[in-house]
């Protein structure tokens, strides 16, 4: 009995010794203390600001053909209602289908000419985003009753007619899933590219790798490739689960849906490319690269609406997130069936993204070497 109770405090001792070691390697690095403690407090005003369904402001469109007195009373309510941001007034029924596919407004209302008889209001949403369309839709829903039950009972009351753009049924699968296919790539690449030169240098195959007669810019190029193929790769299965077996209708085209993953990947990879050269181990890449998907998902009107973050953040988003751009321009394409002239403002950024990044990982990659 005693040989077994010593046994157990030698045990427990060999265990509180290692514990101590890992406490004391985990506070005593830098890197950890800080992977520890900021991310956290990072995602938390993230979240906090960013993972939100009620919207900030809805951006709308006007067309009003009905130019009576009632159709003033109502734009003047929508005008003084803070959540309510009037982004264009339409002079054409295809003014205002040309606008909504070019994302101006989150819902548009069409007054027709005898608005004033009927009361009738055409309520057009974007339905690209379901939780953000229906969000917006209750909203105006609700000025709407409210204007009804302030108006005489000589006026006819307001009446809303529903209808939804890009996703007609409003079925949140169609949005959620088409996002994912660059949302998930965005991880895929983060992973892999981050490991590239990271997992080199652990292994000790860096200094044999510098050895072949492969220059710094074909080594990068060689180590940027793989994870940018794999990504668009699997784009291309998943574009092929929400066509096929989903059966979520493709409007545009799939050489331009081709386009946009292959920017969206090399856009990518840079960033990934630059935390694995940074990254002192395999395992602090790996974590930054999940440090920095996360964020990117939350922030790219996957989940929550665009339009419910505050418009600082808004700001922020458009200038360091790739994934916002493509998830637009993949949305525009697959559900609304944009063309390459309608979409290229999104891509742009893409472009501009791989370009700084990749000279970036370069000029840090022959830092190392020398």
């Not at 939100?52 to 005008?79: C, M, W």
């Not at 069409?110 to 009738?120: D, N, R, S, V």
């Not at 409003?170 to 030169?197: C, D, E, F, K, P």
């Not at 545009?252 to 990947?265: E, K, P, Q, R, W």
């Amino acid at each position: 009995m005693m040989l077994k109770v010593n046994s157990l405090k030698a045990a427990w001792l060999r265990i509180k010794a290692l514990m101590v070691k890992e406490f004391l390697l985990m506070w005593l690095d830098k890197g950890t203390r800080k992977i520890l403690f900021i991310p956290i407090i990072v995602q938390c005003l993230i979240f906090g600001y960013g993972v939100t369904f009620n919207l900030e402001k809805i951006p709308y469109l006007l067309l009003d053909e009905s130019h009576t007195p009632q159709s003033v009373r109502l734009a003047g309510a929508l005008h003084l209602n803070p959540l309510f941001e009037l982004q264009r007034t339409c002079i054409s029924q295809e003014d205002l289908v040309q606008s909504m596919a070019a994302g101006e407004g989150l819902i548009a209302l069409h007054l027709p000419p005898e608005f004033a008889k009927t009361g009738e209001v055409y309520l057009i949403a974007d339905a690209r985003n379901t939780a953000a369309a229906n969000t917006a839709s209750a909203y105006l829903t609700e000025l709407i009753a409210g204007l009804n039950a302030a108006q005489g009972t000589g006026q006819s009351a307001l009446r809303l007619d529903y209808r939804y753009y890009y996703n007609e049924h409003n079925i949140t699968r169609y949005s959620i899933l088409t996002s994912m296919i660059l949302a998930l790539s965005l991880i895929q690449i983060l992973l892999l590219a981050s490991q590239t030169v990271a997992r080199e240098r652990e292994e000790g195959n860096f200094d044999m790798l510098l050895m072949t007669p492969a220059t710094s810019v074909e080594i990068l190029i060689g180590k940027a490739v793989p994870p940018a193929a794999a990504a668009c790769l699997q784009s291309l299965i998943l574009f092929l689960l929400c066509r096929f077996y989903f059966e979520i209708p493709l409007r545009g085209s799939f050489l331009l849906l081709c386009l946009t993953a292959i920017l969206f990947a090399f856009a990518v990879v840079g960033v990934g490319m630059i935390v694995s050269v940074l990254a002192r181990s395999a395992q602090q890449a790996l974590i930054t690269a999940f440090i920095i998907a996360l964020p990117c998902v939350i922030l790219s009107g996957l989940i929550t609406p665009f339009a419910a973050m505050p418009q600082v953040l808004q700001l922020i988003v458009k200038c360091i997130n790739p994934l916002y751009y493509g998830i637009s321009a993949l949305q525009r394409i697959y559900l609304a069936g944009a063309e390459f002239d309608e979409i290229y403002p999104l891509l742009l950024p893409l472009i501009i993204c791989a370009g700084v990044t990749m000279p970036v990982t370069m000029r840090l990659f022959r830092r190392q070497l020398q």
